[in-house]
């Protein structure tokens, strides 16, 4: 018998595209509000079809029965259910480089400036601040870069920003998901450097905790953090997961932050009105009521996940800032983020965006519950906002990783 090459080809093709397509299936389920037992048992059946279905089909499919890898051309001779599968995962396959071609020719903001540096947090404290939590085995894996840091300063022109505020800077931190295995260390660093870019506002867009006990970290973390026109936070998916969520949120208003989740400030600010929202949907609570603010009023909205960026449209919100995705924690070259738990798959991992009247900024986050990023570091971003200007200009729809531009 001869090996038939091009039905092995045509079997990578279909797996391929039967990994892509069960990946957009489990991106899209981990952004519903459900149990988190519910979601680890999605995982694990992920993690096994991914594998288990292409060796099945090689082993009963082209080494027996039809015997399509060595016995020629008898795709026909598939079962009907069998050969529907195999088309929607050449269609997925065939899809992918359009994918990535799209990501590559969307609009994004018109960004007057972008600086970034990395740190190497753990050089800079002079040792790796790794602790006793789960997930230790990534923190080995070669290239990780859970320990960098990105730090960076986009400036952005919004049409709507009263004259008045021109140069107002929001600090955004997200997604710092205290769960032990990226001990307090690191984070008590990453809060020095946020100090040391002064902002007139801060925001945490959710997902603080993975373990209750670790709620004795905010004093020496978040609770060092200050600005003049107040700290806001809302929590995210994982806090919701916990028992606690009410002392949470008590533990961040002893240190001086405000919940937002649910809620509307109206904050003055040089003369003007400036409404701060926050939602934790579609995990916890409601949407904040929007209807008594003050007319032609400034809105920025945090919340945890983008995927409200649709009711911030509605709602005709300036500026949502928002994380969840962690940039995918893994890029692949040209093609990008794969994992991201939203209902737009990867397209909202991070960067910026714009959706008139809503210009759109999500985080990568600070760290996550497993320690692993392969280029995709963390980032702590500072954000200066411009008044006047157009939004939008062809470009690609977030700065890669490890930039380190002006214009």
């Known amino acids: 018998m001869q090996i038939d090459f091009i039905s092995?080809?045509?079997?990578l093709m279909f797996s391929v595209g039967h990994t892509a397509l069960v990946i957009a299936i489990t991106n899209r389920l981990h952004a519903?509000?459900?149990?988190?037992?519910?979601?680890?048992?999605?995982?694990?059946?992920?993690?096994?079809?991914?594998?288990i279905v292409p060796v099945l089909f090689a082993w009963f499919q082209g080494v027996h029965g039809p015997q399509l890898f060595l016995s020629g051309w008898h795709w026909a001779s598939l079962s009907i259910p069998l050969q529907i599968y195999l088309g929607v995962c050449g269609a997925f396959f065939l899809a992918l480089p359009g994918v990535a071609i799209y990501r590559s020719l969307l609009?994004?903001?018109?960004?007057?400036?972008?600086?970034?540096k990395l740190i190497d947090v753990a050089e800079e404290l002079g040792f790796r601040p790794v602790g006793p939590g789960p997930y230790q085995f990534f923190t080995k894996i070669p290239g990780n870069e859970f320990l960098k840091l990105e730090i960076c300063e986009k400036e952005f022109q919004l049409p709507r920003l009263p004259a008045g505020w021109d140069g107002l800077k929001i600090l955004?931190?997200?997604?710092?998901?205290?769960?032990?295995?990226?001990?307090r260390p690191y984070f008590e660093k990453v809060v020095e450097h946020a100090q040391s870019l002064p902002a007139d506002l801060i925001v945490m867009s959710g997902d603080l905790l993975d373990r209750e006990?670790?709620?004795?970290?905010?004093?020496?973390?978040?609770?060092?953090?200050?600005?003049?026109?107040?700290?806001?936070?809302?929590?995210?998916?994982?806090?919701?997961?916990?028992?606690?969520?009410?002392?949470?949120?008590?533990?961040?208003?002893?240190?001086?932050?405000?919940d937002l989740a649910g809620h509307?400030?109206?904050?003055?600010?040089?003369?003007?009105?400036?409404?701060?929202?926050?939602?934790?949907?579609?995990?916890?609570?409601?949407?904040?009521?929007l209807a008594h603010v003050p007319a032609g009023a400034f809105r920025l909205f945090v919340s945890h996940t983008p995927d409200n960026l649709h009711w911030a449209k509605q709602h005709d919100i300036d500026l949502m800032l928002a994380g969840h995705n962690h940039g995918g924690q893994i890029r692949l070259p040209w093609f990008g983020p794969v994992y991201s738990p939203s209902a737009y798959g990867a397209h909202f991992a991070s960067g910026v965006f714009?959706?008139?009247?809503?210009?759109?900024?999500?985080?990568?986050?600070?760290?996550?519950?497993?320690?692993?990023?392969?280029?995709?570091?963390?980032?702590?971003?500072?954000?200066?906002?411009?008044?006047?200007?157009?939004?939008?200009?062809?470009?690609?729809?977030?700065?890669p990783p490890h930039s380190a531009t002006s214009s």
Request: charged share 15%; glycine share 8%; hydrophobic share 35%.
């Open 354 to 399: 714009y959706r008139e009247p809503t210009l759109l900024h999500v985080s990568r986050g600070i760290a996550g519950r497993h320690p692993l990023r392969l280029n995709c570091p963390p980032e702590l971003i500072r954000l200066t906002l411009r008044a006047g200007g157009s939004m939008t200009k062809p470009n690609n729809n977030s700065s």
């Open 32 to 51: 519903l509000p459900m149990p988190v037992w519910i979601l680890h048992r999605i995982r694990q059946f992920h993690d096994v079809v991914i594998v």
């Open 213 to 258: 006990d670790l709620v004795s970290w905010l004093p020496a973390t978040l609770g060092k953090l200050s600005a003049p026109l107040g700290c806001y936070f809302v929590l995210g998916n994982h806090d919701s997961y916990l028992t606690n969520v009410s002392e949470i949120r008590e533990h961040m208003e002893r240190l001086g932050w405000h």
């Open 107 to 116: 609009k994004t903001p018109q960004q007057l400036s972008c600086r970034s």
């Open 172 to 183: 955004h931190l997200s997604d710092l998901h205290y769960i032990g295995t990226v001990d």
């Open 264 to 289: 509307t400030v109206v904050v003055q600010h040089q003369g003007q009105s400036l409404v701060l929202c926050g939602s934790e949907r579609p995990w916890m609570g409601t949407q904040p009521d």
């Open 8 to 11: 092995i080809l045509l079997f």
